[in-house]
């Protein structure tokens, strides 16, 4: 089992930033993808941005050129720097880890981002 532990979620004025990490622990997915998803009430889940062992991102249009994921030289990392916050960026933002074999996807608990003066 995977888990996903992610932090640095917060409240921001319009305009600041702000940076998530998730940490991944627990069994060894050999082939994956990482991601961040964010969730309003009432709304679906969307991608914010993910990105492939190598480094490869891929982002969301309402984040292009705000948001950059990277993550760690270990694999276990994946961090999301979010500059020029808005407060449509308010949302439970959420890791993901896609396993590229089984299909199986790791979620994250969530962490609350609110963009509010």
């Known amino acids: 089992q995977v888990q996903l532990a992610e932090s640095g979620g917060g409240l921001v004025q319009p305009g600041g930033s702000l940076r998530l990490s998730c940490a991944g622990s627990?069994?060894?997915?050999?082939?994956?993808?990482m991601a961040w998803y964010r969730q309003t009430p009432g709304k679906q889940r969307e991608l914010v941005a993910d990105?492939?062992?190598?480094?490869?991102?891929n982002y969301a249009d309402f984040v292009k050129g705000r948001f950059t994921i990277s993550i760690e030289s270990g694999g276990n990392t994946v961090n999301l720097q979010m500059n020029r916050l808005q407060p449509e960026d308010t949302a439970v933002y959420y890791c993901?880890?896609?396993?590229?074999?089984?299909?199986?996807?790791?979620w994250g608990q969530g962490t609350q981002v609110t963009v509010s003066s």
């Open positions: 627990g069994a060894r997915v050999p082939i994956y993808t």
């Open positions: 993901n880890l896609h396993n590229l074999i089984s299909g199986w996807d790791y």
């Open positions: 990105i492939t062992r190598g480094g490869i991102a």
